[in-house]
């Protein structure tokens, strides 16, 4: 019997597939417990439905990152911290103060996350920051550290 998996269950599949289960272990085990409903022409039909749904959201969140990436890569974020006379920040430039600065500075929304720096920022100068916006998409923000 094809049923469609409400759950997923170890060892059998993931939840929304379709797998051949036999009727005894469907009708005594998955119906009763929930975790599964007969994969008929109408549950099939809200199962695509709902396959169709998934991958439209995905594709507008993506051309969201997209236009997010390009909006990054013009611009420059200026960022003032207390330095030394030597150029270097006391205490250092996160992930965080980035994501902070970006808010205020243009309005874009980005979690701190997402934002790949494999340590903080110590100098001065301009640094080149890649931020991981959606699978595949990454956007590069040029960002000036200035002293105060």
Do not use: C, W
Not at 62 to 84: F, H, N, P, Q, Y
């Amino acid at each position: 019997m094809k049923v469609i998996l409400k759950a997923d269950i170890k060892g059998v599949g993931k939840k929304d597939e379709v797998i051949n289960a036999s009727d005894g272990y469907a009708r005594n085990f998955l119906f009763p417990k929930n975790l599964a409903v007969e994969a008929n022409k109408e549950n099939m039909a809200k199962l695509k439905a709902k396959q169709d749904s998934a991958k439209y959201q995905k594709n507008q969140e993506k051309e969201e990152a997209m236009k997010t990436a390009d909006k990054l890569s013009k611009i420059l974020l200026k960022m003032k911290v207390k330095a030394g006379e030597n150029g270097k920040i006391f205490g250092g430039v996160s992930s965080k103060d980035i994501a902070q600065e970006l808010s205020n500075q243009y309005g874009i929304e980005v979690d701190k996350k997402k934002i790949d720096l494999k340590e903080t920022i110590k100098t001065l100068g301009v640094h080149n920051i890649e931020i991981k916006l959606f699978e595949g998409v990454v956007g590069k923000l040029r960002m000036d550290v200035i002293s105060e």
